[in-house]
Nanobody, 115 residues
Framework: QVHLVESGGGLVQPGGSLRLSCAAS????????MGWYRQAPGNERELVAT???????NYADSVKGRFTISRDGAKNTAYLQMNSLKPEDTAVYYC?????????WGQGTQVTVSS
């Protein structure tokens, strides 16, 4: 069982930046495709970005050019750098680790963009 722990959420003004971290409990993390998803009140959970074990990335259109996903195998950690934040980015952000039929989620971290 892989445990994922997110951190780095908080309150930020529009136009500001935050960096989310997702720490995995196992070194096998390096084999997983890691993803960030978000869920705003009343909405379904949606994909934000993914990164494969080989470093290939994919982004939702709404965050392209503003968010960057990355990973550090030595630290078993994935990151989401969020710049130029907008109020509509407000949501609980979840980290996902996926390998074949294995699928793990973190507990989520709140991001609130407001003046």
């Amino acid at each position: 069982q892989v445990h994922l722990v997110e951190s780095g959420g908080g309150l930020v003004q529009p136009g500001g930046s935050l960096r989310l971290s997702c720490a995995a409990s196992e070194s096998i993390f390096r084999l997983y495709t890691m993803g960030w998803y978000r869920q705003a009140p009343g909405n379904e959970r949606e994909l934000v970005a993914t990164i494969t074990s080989g470093g290939r990335t994919n982004y939702a259109d709404s965050v392209k050019g503003r968010f960057t996903i990355s990973r550090d195998g030595a630290k078993n950690t994935a990151y989401l750098q969020m710049n130029s934040l907008k109020p509509e980015d407000t949501a609980v952000y979840y980290c996902q680790g996926k390998l074949g039929s294995l699928n793990y989620w973190g507990q989520g971290t709140q991001v609130t963009v407001s003046s």
